[in-house]
């Protein structure tokens, strides 16, 4: 088989693969949103979102083409309420869109699919349920901020291309006008990614500068795969508080199970050059965690072993085994019932992490 071959035979396996972790999901969320609708209805309840009632601590999201999304659980643009180019963030958060999902989940219907699995929705009795449609303050304590859309990686549940973004990239001078508009919030967070390679960006620096100067008290935190940190981006990531590494494996063959198109041996060289250099110039931060995200192929003793021994070697501060739901294929059941990972660390959400060092970072 030609090498042209087998990457056509590779790029097919993987769209497949996509399609069906899409086709599926969609299929256990349309299901799960009937059962949660029926429920609430027989037992006189109603819905409503902690993110539009001003409550959530994880939103709003804004997307590298300005558009505003109710959180970050909006994978396929289905909960966008409006765009800055159009609107502020309040008339956003007091608009149409957004009074319209308030309302449908007060009558105990689920606007969109995306809300089954989000951390802000509640129930609540409907008497309850009709005076929250009436708040409508923006919650900001922590709101995604996503300088791009692109990556070049093809990750397998990566919602990255479901959304229709009007572009990929936020401009410079696009950012200024958010983070003026942020300003005038209470950001006590902002979470520099979303949906896209953060580090991908030329003008890195220059947009994390942009953040420090209109929030200088702010915590700022990223995701990153770690393959684009070059010599000069580097000091893009001194400015913040937290960096995650996401790596999905204790080496390329196993990551890229997940991960495709990720070049591990770039990333770790790149994570252990800026682990040395922060320490060398003796930066408090970032504060650097190994973000491994867990699946039934990445999940056993001797791996996640390896695992621990590299990220120690390197001097990560922590890592994080990170439970996935996505691909439901790929889901994990060991992480929660094998007695190695019971006695490895306890579960804090979804999941278990390990830390290194005496100076410690909450996330
Ligand atoms: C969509 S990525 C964007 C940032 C960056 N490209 C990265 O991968 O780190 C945001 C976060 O989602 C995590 N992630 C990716 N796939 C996941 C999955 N199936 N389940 C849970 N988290 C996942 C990544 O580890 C990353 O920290
Ligand atoms: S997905 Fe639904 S519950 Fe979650 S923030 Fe958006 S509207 Fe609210
Ligand atoms: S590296 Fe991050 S943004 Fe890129 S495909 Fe993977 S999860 Fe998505």
Known sequence: MTPNHSSRIKERLRYKANTLSRISRVILLSIASRVKEITAMASGYGFYCKSLAGE???????????????????????????????SGLQEIWKGPIANKFRHKLASGKIPILRCVTCQDLAITPKSQASLMEHVD?????????????ACTLNCIACRRTSRPLKKMHMSLSEMEFVLIELSKLEVKTIEFFNLGEPFLSRHI??????????????????????MFLSQEKIEAAFKFNLMFFSLDGPDGKTATRYQIGLNFDQAITNLRQLVVERDR???????????????????????????????KHIGVDAIEFRWAMSPPWGISFRFYVSKFWKELAPIQGHSRNLRFKTTTYRW
């Open 137 to 149: 303050k923006v919650p900001a304590s922590t709101v995604l901020l996503e300088n791009t859309a």
């Open 205 to 226: 620096l220059d947009e994390v500068n942009l953040v420090r100067q209109y929030l200088p008290e702010v915590e700022l935190h990223t995701s990153t795969i770690g």
């Open 56 to 86: 959530s601590r994880f939103s709003p999201a804004v997307n590298a083409d300005l558009s505003v999304s109710c959180n970050c659980a909006d994978s396929d643009g289905s909960g966008v309420l409006g765009n800055l180019s159009e």
């Open 281 to 311: 110039l003796g930066h408090k931060m970032p504060y650097i965690v190994w973000r491994y995200v867990i699946f039934n192929w990445n999940d056993r003793q001797e791996q996640i072993e390896r695992a621990i021994e590299m990220a």
